[in-house]
């Protein structure tokens, strides 16, 4: 089982791309609560040179609160992350956490039919990114 979903673009730059992708989570419901620049981080911390590469951690409240409310411990997976990075050639990936993968350890079935819904939404943000 893949942990992921992902999609490369093509002619548009790195900024656009985040930009996109904030538009798309919106659309589905969710904000950007953090934005991790690991590139500037891995700088400004350690002093190596690093791509483009950052994580946006995303969070759609109606489903947050569904989930918290049954498992409270389950903010450990949470928000969910959604990374985009430029790749030697230029072109951009963008890919998501697939929540029933990072949720498939906890072992409470009513979060089984909230990750299906999550990944839904989650799915809906890469395949509209095409």
Do not use: W
């Not at 992902?6 to 419901?29: A, H, Q, R, Y």
């Not at 400004?44 to 040179?49: E, T």
């Not at 903010?75 to 029933?100: R, W």
């Amino acid at each position: 089982m893949s942990y992921y979903f992902d999609t490369t673009i093509n002619g548009k730059s790195f900024n656009e791309v985040i930009e996109l992708v904030t538009v798309e989570l919106k659309k589905e419901g969710f904000g950007v609560l953090t934005t991790i620049d690991v590139k500037q981080t891995l700088k400004d911390k350690i002093d190596v040179d690093f791509k483009n590469y950052t994580i946006l951690g995303a969070c759609n409240p109606h489903f947050a609160h569904k989930v918290l409310s049954r498992e409270d411990k389950i903010g450990v997976f949470l928000p969910c992350n959604v990374v985009v990075q430029e790749l030697e050639n230029g072109t951009i990936e963008v890919f998501a956490v697939d929540p029933i993968a990072s949720m498939s350890p906890v072992k409470n079935e009513s979060l089984g039919i909230i990750a299906v819904e999550v990944q839904q939404k989650l799915k809906n943000v890469i395949d509209n990114l095409e």
